[in-house]
Antibody, heavy 117, light 110 residues
Framework: VQLQASGPGLVKPSETLSLTCAIS?????????WSWVRQPPGKGLEWIGE???????NYNPSLKSRVTTSLDTPRNSFSLQLASVTAADTAMYFC???????????WGRGTLVTVSS | QSALTQPASVSGSPGQSITISCTGTSADVGRYKYVSWYQHHPGEAPKLLIYNVNYRPSGVSHRFSASKSGNTASLTISGLQPEDEANYFC??????????FGGGTQLTVL
């Protein structure tokens, strides 16, 4: 299985960040959770949230009010939307396949998103 | 949950062994067996090295081992090789059904 996150590299403050993670070599309907993790420059990783194949979601409480994740079964991909972004949301965003609660089994390379006007 | 605590950096010479610690709380590392370790070379996808405290996925070298005592987990890399130079981070599932990560440890192979 390989994952590749993609989306705009630059988002304006107060707008919505939207990313898609394309899955190859596997199916969005596999029995695992599809996750988003981010890493601000010079800082540690932060879990954003996850979505199961049936649409069940879990989110980081600190981001929950601004996060939405969704599945795109025909395109074999899943997506992240983060609303009302600020400079603090500037980070490398990773998508991952998680065997919750065991571990993040497969990661994508990550995509850098900068929030700036 | 706060991030798990890791040393910012460690170093060792080829052939030596190093250990990286990961300290959490009774709500994450100390509570469950769901502690995992990852290797991350810049520009690449992070790689799972250890899951459920001390299990290696197929294909991961036996030079990587791990353990846990109380609220602290540890990753040991034996027989250091130049290609081991990377960032290593830990993760744990938590009592709030969320995930928490360590700040990452940069390993330098001298």
């Amino acid at each position: 299985v390989q994952l590749q996150a993609s989306g705009p590299g630059l988002v304006k403050p107060s707008e919505t960040l939207s990313l898609t993670c394309a899955i190859s070599g596997g199916s969005i309907s596999d029995d695992n959770w599809w996750s988003w993790v981010r890493q601000p420059p010079g800082k540690g990783l932060e879990w954003i949230g996850e979505i199961y194949r049936d649409g069940t979601t879990n989110y980081n409480p600190s981001l929950k009010s601004r996060v939405t994740t969704s599945l795109d079964t025909p395109r074999n991909s899943f997506s992240l939307q983060l609303a009302s972004v600020t400079a603090a949301d500037t980070a490398m965003y990773f998508c991952a396949k998680a065997i919750t609660p065991d571990a993040f089994k497969i990661w994508g390379r990550g995509t850098l998103v900068t929030v700036s006007s | 949950q706060s991030a798990l605590t890791q040393p910012a950096s460690v170093s060792g010479s080829p052939g030596q062994s190093i250990t990286i610690s990961c300290t959490g709380t009774s709500a994450d590392v100390g509570r469950y067996k769901y502690v995992s370790w990852y290797q991350h070379h810049p520009g690449e996808a992070p790689k799972l090295l250890i899951y459920n405290v001390n299990y290696r996925p197929s294909g991961v070298s036996h030079r990587f081992s791990a353990s846990k005592s109380g609220n602290t987990a540890s990753l040991t890399i034996s027989g250091l090789q130049p290609e081991d130079e990377a960032n290593y981070f830990c993760s744990s599932y938590t009592t709030r059904s969320t995930w928490v990560f360590g700040g990452g440890t940069q390993l330098t192979v001298l």
